[in-house]
């Protein structure tokens, strides 16, 4: 497909902009918390309303759907040549709490629209394309990241660790899953597993969530790598007892264990020499949770990420003996410990790239190679397929905050970005 690259709406190669926000506004009426912000959690009866709202635009375009048993969403437009590896591209719909409405999302309409426009301008894809929506990219309900995506790449390791993953209530993965719809058998997790070969590429359109193409004021960016997430969780158990009776000598606060590793991960951090390397304590609760009451445990989640993947794993180390040695010094347990999840990371693949840097030069739009330090589906899916990101600007860089913005302008330059780069592959 060879676009004319002036994008008016002279053209039928054109974003229908309004459209595209109407939809991203719809879609975030569906939230658990009060607009701005947006909250969808996994299976939650928000997250049913937007899955029906994706199929019902899916469906729109004529698109063949299918959802497989976790409800990783695909919408596919059959190629000439549908048994050729399809050309693939979607992101997530989840948000997590008090969060903005285009992280993810902007990757999800913003194909769905990618498509509309190459059925518009009447391509004809010899190798199929499809949008993906992913289940639960964010850890919020169940504490795993890219659930969805992760056993499409194959996971036993999480197929496994889901027969026995609860969320805060207790609700078990099975449970919250067939409430949602998704009734299954865990042997059938499985089944969301994926062929190396089921994709000929797999590009995600995504917001930038940092302020890089926007200071410098570059309309996309061309991710090369993602940067290596961590997970860990880690918890600590005291006696407990009374605020006022129990003097100081005689305490072992777990909570106090908990800052004081907070505050480590800060500093082993800071530490690793680099930049990059970056780590956060993002939940911490402490038990019973009075006022009156020392803690006698406390639950603390940290996130660590570095695209140094062993530098990351430095720190993860160091963090690790920082909490063998505040439980000895505290007189408290350290009862757990767990890496959650230990990622690589992935990188671009240099046909994607090219395919992207293509496109965009094609639509006279200045582009920057560049890194995505944020996790996305795609570390994922490039274990089974090539894969490349685009990124867009994004107000002051905000994200997974109320405030998040992009706006429709830069979204139609990347919603053209892909559409050019998925009919281009499509034809190869
Ligand atoms: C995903 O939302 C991330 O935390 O990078
Ligand atoms: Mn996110
Ligand atoms: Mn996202
Ligand atoms: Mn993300």
Redesign the pocket.
Same mark, same amino acid.
């Given at each position: 497909y060879r676009g004319d690259g002036d994008g008016g709406s002279s053209s039928p190669f054109y974003v229908d902009s309004d459209g595209l926000q109407r939809q991203i506004d719809e879609l975030a009426s569906f939230s658990d918390s009060p607009a701005p912000s947006v909250t969808r959690v996994l299976y939650s009866d928000k997250d049913v309303q937007a899955r029906r709202y994706i199929k019902g635009i899916m469906n729109q375009l004529g698109l063949s759907i299918r959802e497989d048993a976790v409800g990783n969403i695909f919408g596919r437009w059959e190629g000439s040549e549908a048994g050729l590896g399809a050309v693939a591209t979607g992101? $997530?719909v989840d948000a997590i709490p008090f969060s903005g409405k285009y992280?993810?999302v902007v990757g999800v309409l913003g194909a769905l629209e990618a498509i509309s426009m190459l059925k518009r301008s009447g391509f004809q894809p010899k190798r199929s394309l499809e949008v993906i929506m992913f289940t639960s990219?964010e850890p919020t309900r169940f504490g795993i990241s890219c659930l969805g995506s992760r056993l499409m790449a194959g996971s036993e390791e999480l197929a496994l660790s889901l027969k026995e993953t609860v969320d805060n209530q207790n609700v078990s993965f099975f449970y919250a899953a067939d409430s949602a719809g998704y009734k299954m058998h865990p042997e059938e997790l499985h089944n969301v597993f994926l062929k190396k070969d089921d994709y000929f590429a797999f590009i995600e359109l $995504?917001i930038e969530q940092g302020p890089i193409l926007e200071k410098e004021g570059i309309k996309i960016g061309v991710v090369t790598a993602i940067a290596a997430p961590a997970s860990i969780k880690v918890e600590f158990e005291g006696n407990g007892g009374h605020a006022g009776a129990v003097l100081m000598p005689a305490r072992n606060d777990a909570g106090l264990a908990a800052a004081e590793l907070a505050l480590a991960v800060e500093k082993h951090v800071l530490e690793s020499g680099s930049i990059d390397t970056v780590g956060t304590v993002g939940i911490l609760q402490l038990h019973p949770g009075a006022i009156n009451s020392i803690p006698s445990k406390s639950h603390v989640e940290i996130d660590v990420r570095d695209i140094d993947e062993k530098r990351r794993n430095n720190v993860i180390e160091k963090v690790h003996q920082s909490a063998i040695e505040i439980s000895k010094n505290r007189g408290v347990v350290l009862s757990e410990f767990k890496i959650i999840n230990q990622d690589p990371p992935a990188l671009s693949d240099k046909s994607v790239i090219s395919a992207m840097e293509f496109a965009a030069k094609q639509l006279n739009l200045e582009y920057k190679l560049m890194i995505s330090r944020?996790y $996305?589906d795609s570390l994922f899916m490039a274990r089974i397929s090539p894969m490349g990101m685009i990124f867009i600007p994004c107000y002051k860089g905000y994200s997974h905050k109320p405030e998040e913005y992009a706006s429709p302008e830069d979204m139609a330059n990347g919603v053209k970005v892909l559409a050019l780069t998925m009919a281009r592959l499509s034809l190869q």
């Open positions: 992101s $997530h992280d993810g990219e $995504h944020a $996305h």
